[in-house]
């Protein structure tokens, strides 16, 4: 090299000496003696919370799913031939149909020269009219107000008047979002604040949907982890709660309560007691209470019943009504629609403060605006075809049919992993999962260690490999020590889910043989 | 409940307050959407109280104005301003929406097939479906091969392409990926003033260090490299500089950078180390002439392997403007290059968690990037309508521009893309004065005043940022020509009242 070259590396050496002392990027000596530099960002300079997140329902287990599709189209031989994605509640993905009237007016909104159409009926094109004429231009390529559409807000505070009983609802109160994961996610970084021992805490179900541990992870506020009894049938007690908040205020600051009803993973409807009790007790401990209520329409057993958080806490009368901060989030993505794709939601906020709430809309106006296809979903779930209106009776035929579908699916589903011998599971009340418990043999914990896999993770990997059935393992969504269990969706087509169910059966059998 | 606190919750206040909240979200502003957009909308809803009222005589409620319609010019929202959609683009997401239309005779084939192929890509052939986190596989290989095109044949790998939620969600989503590191080390990030307040937002939110470089309004809101360095020298006392942002054509200000000026700022990043985010959703939106859009990517790539094996890039493209204008859709994406595979890794979880992007947003994209080809059904319209939106923006880029600088104290840059126009204003003394005792920044109480005499809506220069003692505001050139010149006209004989007013 020439001597200039020289100097230059000299230089440069010299320099990395100083910059490794100030901490500024590291130049590194490669293989071939080039000096060659860490990239910027990297494993060890990347935000730190960021790597503590994890999303099971979307994670490793479901990307070797992915892999495995992949090598079956390739020609690659396999024990099976399909792979069967129960791990994700989606409907659509496994064969649900849309609601038709939806679609319809959804494609007038699209390209509105279809209003000229005749094939479409006359409640189709009036929505479709009523959504257009709420977006700038007439157009669904508008932004919206950052809080939605105003008239499909006032859609979304009638709804919740008549599931209510009449418990009025303000459209101001109604934020609609993309999909709910986005209220959600919003709420709980408006409540994170503090440190130390001052962070805030958000108390959370074991078993929960991993949002809310990826959220809390990404926000590093503290998750104050409360048990279901699976016991009974997955019921939340209060003496649990309890115990959970008067440990967690030693080291952190508890200032909200979150709960999903109906479940997920575990599917248990609440009872209106229970309901209450939370109330009382997010009032008594002074907590910013959240109620993901997406699967409100998935209610499948007999004497279980959805109450809304917002109906009863106003049914408590003032004292209660007029105190305890709510936000409840609903979606377009479960319940009887289905419609993951749009990224349709809303969330009601009760008893918030003013000013809080200016920041709140604030913060929403920096993304623009919630997806308008998926606003003007929501503005038809919550104001579907009325008796009398062409699409009524089409309408209503479609929704029973999917929600019986489901029931019987619910049904089916905790009847046969019944069966099966180290495997029990909760009768499904609603939502559209089971989280059966399931006994895995010494050994196979052992193996699984020594892989350096969680138990049920080696499981599910092995029930993936050799059946490519992909569930998501239980410590995916948390469990009691010590305890394992798998979460799967009851979505498949009926023939297509016993089918399913027997394989698991066989599997399990196998495997604990396998294992004995 | 006893009289003492519960939970450190005076007893009769709130869980959530003001003092209580997330203290990061208190900092974020977003003049885009601020204030004056609030008053706008509270004007519009006192105007129809008065138009409703005067149907009735006899009642007086409702506030009469010295105008008739509030004219939304902060935002660049052009189907709000009366652009049409492109009708392919439309003809596919209906059919997408309602596949029974495939069978209605209406509809092109070439309509049709990409619907089908779209449909095929999803799961259960439904737009209901969540799809993979990273966006639609066919499609993410669309949009490689579109980005292959307009790089004149430079690779691009399917694998490095993530549909979001508009740009923005992308640009969010690295800025978080890149902050790490306290006080002195806490992460700082490059951007232009003036600069679109996403940036300033989203640093706000993350608690980043907002590097500030000045584009140079005397040359054209030209970016320069001594001025890139002065910022990080003077950045690197007090936070770590990390990541360089550049908005290319320029919001609020407009400007095409020269490829030159392109591969200065690359140069400078490679040097500096420092992770380049190119914001380019205004790609297609190039008036002036001698103008012309690079992309980073491009320059990047044609620079040889000694940058385009080491910058690390993010770029960034939306279907909300351009000649499509879909914001409500929410269809965007962004190519990360050269990014090491750990972190990808940790990209692709962290988009996970929101599980995927609006399916409808990424068929619109698919069609932004594979739109009808010469041997087409749909191509002569397509062309027609796509050709028509740009020549009407840059005939309205040219008349704003030769209006505002007709008017003594305004002062406007050639708007070379974009959609938007930046122009400074002369403030008397006198104004600046008044302002300071309404406690508003002056451009603010100029704006104000604006909308409230004339029912024009415009963001003010202090939203986006501006050298000290200059002031601007930006407005949109998206009102339909007739409407724009009465806008301008108004504007024109407001800006001369206001200034004779306080003189």
């Not at chain 1, 993973?265 to 209470?289: N, Y």
């Not at chain 1, 319940?335 to 200016?358: H, L, P, S």
């Not at chain 2, 859009?293 to 993010?314: N, R, W």
């Not at chain 2, 909300?320 to 990808?344: A, L």
Request: aromatic share 8%.
């Amino acid at each position: 090299m020439n001597h200039g070259t020289a100097l230059l590396w000299k230089r440069r050496a010299l320099s990395s000496l100083s910059t490794t002392r100030r901490g500024l990027p590291k130049e590194k000596m490669s293989e071939n003696g080039m000096m060659s530099r860490a990239k910027v960002l990297t494993i060890d300079t990347m935000n730190p919370t960021v790597k503590k997140v994890e999303y099971a329902v979307r994670g490793p287990i479901v990307q070797r799913a992915v892999e495995l599709e992949r090598e079956l189209s390739e020609g690659m031989k396999k024990p099976f031939a399909e792979v069967i994605k129960a791990n994700i509640g989606d409907a659509h993905a496994m064969g649900q149909q849309p609601i038709t009237f939806f679609r319809q007016v959804l494609a007038l909104c699209s390209y509105p020269e279809l209003l000229s159409d005749s094939t479409f009926p006359e409640d189709a094109k009036s929505r479709a009219c009523r959504i257009l004429n709420s977006c700038g231009g007439n157009s669904m390529g508008s932004y919206s107000p950052s809080q939605g559409i105003e008239s499909v807000r006032q859609d979304v505070a009638h709804y919740i008047e008549r599931r209510d009983g009449g418990v009025p609802c303000d459209p101001d109160n109604i934020y609609l979002t993309t999909g709910a994961s986005d209220g959600i996610v919003t709420m709980l970084k408006l409540l994170v604040c503090g440190e130390g021992t001052m962070r805030t805490g958000v108390m959370i179900s074991i078993p929960q949907y991993p949002l809310y541990s990826a959220a809390l992870a990404e926000l590093g506020a503290v998750q104050i982890n409360y048990y279901l009894n699976e016991e009974k049938c997955w019921s939340l007690d209060i003496p649990e709660l309890q115990r959970a908040l008067d440990e967690a205020r030693l080291y952190c600051n508890p200032r909200a309560l979150c709960i999903i009803n109906p479940g997920n993973p575990t599917g248990q409807v609440q009872s209106r007691e229970c309901i209450e009790d939370v109330i009382r007790f997010a009032a008594k401990e002074r907590l910013f209470l959240m109620a993901d209520e997406v699967y409100q329409d998935n209610v499948y057993a007999e004497g279980c019943h959805f109450h809304s958080f917002k109906k009863v806490l106003f049914e408590m009368g003032p004292e209660y009504s007029e105190t305890v901060e709510l936000a409840s989030f609903h979606s377009t993505s479960k319940c009887y629609m289905g419609e993951c794709g749009f990224r349709g939601g809303y969330m009601e906020i009760i008893n918030m403060d003013n000013d809080v709430k200016a920041q709140l809309t604030k913060l929403l106006s920096v993304r623009l605006c919630p997806p308008v296809p998926g606003q003007a979903l929501m503005d038809l779930v919550v104001n579907p075809p009325q008796p009398g209106e062409p699409s009524y009776e089409r309408f209503i035929k479609e929704r029973t049919a999917t929600l019986s579908t489901l029931a019987e699916k619910a049904k089916l589903t905790e009847q046969v992993l019944n069966t099966v011998q180290g495997i029990s599971c909760n009768p499904v009340q609603g939502a559209m999962y089971s989280f059966p418990r399931i006994t895995i043999p010494e050994k196979a914990i052992k193996e699984a260690t020594e892989m350096g896999q969680l138990p049920d993770m080696f499981y599910c990997m092995k029930m993936l490999e050799e059946t490519g059935i992909c569930l998501v393992p239980g410590s995916g969504f948390g469990q009691k020590e010590g305890t394992y269990h798998f979460r799967m969706t009851i979505l498949p087509p009926t023939d297509k889910l016993k089918i399913l169910l027997n394989k698991v059966q066989e599997f399990h059998q196998k495997f604990t043989q396998q294992y004995s | 409940m006893s009289r003492e606190a519960t939970n450190g919750v005076p007893c009769g206040a709130r869980v959530l307050t003001l003092d209580t909240m997330n203290p990061n979200v208190r900092r974020v502003e977003y003049a885009v959407r601020g204030p004056i957009v609030q008053r706008a909308v509270q004007i519009e809803k006192e105007l129809r109280e008065v138009t409703f009222k005067t149907r009735r005589p006899g009642t007086t409620r409702g506030v009469k104005k010295p105008f008739t319609e509030v004219i939304k010019a902060n935002i660049g929202d052009a189907h709000a301003m009366g652009q049409r959609p492109i009708t392919f683009f439309r003809q596919v997401l209906a059919l997408c929406s309602y596949p029974e239309l495939l069978e209605d005779n209406k509809f092109p084939e070439d309509a049709k097939k990409r619907a089908r192929r779209i449909l095929d890509a999803c799961g259960g052939h439904s737009l209901g479906a969540y799809s993979a986190s990273q966006g639609i596989e066919c499609i993410r290989q669309d949009v490689a091969r579109y980005i292959e095109r307009r790089d004149g044949g430079i690779s691009s790998n399917p694998d490095n392409i993530y549909l979001s939620t508009g740009a923005s969600d992308a640009i969010v989503t690295i800025l978080k990926m890149l902050v790490c590191g306290e006080g002195r080390d806490r992460t700082g990030v490059m951007i232009s003033i003036p600069q679109y307040p996403l940036y300033s937002a989203a640093l706000a939110d993350l608690g980043a260090v907002q590097i500030s470089y000045y584009l140079e309004e005397e040359s054209c809101w030209s970016l320069n490299v001594t001025e890139l360095r002065r910022a990080l020298n003077e950045a690197k006392q007090h936070c770590k500089p990390r990541v360089l942002c550049i908005i290319n054509p320029g919001n609020p200000t407009g400007q095409v950078q020269s490829r030159q000026c392109i591969e200065d700022v690359i140069r400078f990043a490679k040097e500096e180390h420092l992770f380049l985010m190119a914001d380019e959703v205004y790609q297609d939106n190039v008036y002036a002439d001698g103008c012309k859009f690079h992309s980073f990517k491009k320059v990047l790539f044609e620079m040889g392997p000694e940058f385009s094996s080491k910058v690390e890039m993010a770029s960034f493209h939306s279907t909300s403007k351009c000649y499509m204008g879909e914001c409500g859709f929410r269809g965007g994406y962004m190519e990360v290059i050269n990014m090491d595979p750990q972190v990808k890794a940790q990209l692709t979880k962290l988009v996970s968690v929101r599980l995927c992007p609006p399916v409808p947003g990424q068929a619109l994209l698919d069609l932004v990037v594979n739109p009808p080809q010469p041997d087409e059904p749909s191509y002569s319209t397509f062309m027609k309508e796509r050709k028509a939106v740009l020549a009407d923006l840059a005939e309205k880029a040219r008349l704003t521009e030769e209006i505002f600088n007709t008017v003594p104290g305004i002062t406007c840059n050639p708007v070379q893309g974009a959609m938007y126009t930046f122009p400074r204003i002369a403030l008397p003394q006198k104004a600046i004065d008044k302002a300071k005792e309404q406690g508003l920044v002056p451009d603010m109480f100029y704006c104000m005043r604006l909308l409230e005499e004339e029912g024009i809506c415009l963001v003010p220069g202090s939203g986006f940022g501006q050298k000290e003692g200059t002031f601007h505001f930006r407005m949109t050139i998206l009102p339909p020509t007739e409407k724009l010149k009465v806008v301008l006209q108004k504007i024109r004989d407001f800006h001369l009242k206001f200034t004779q007013e306080f003189s």
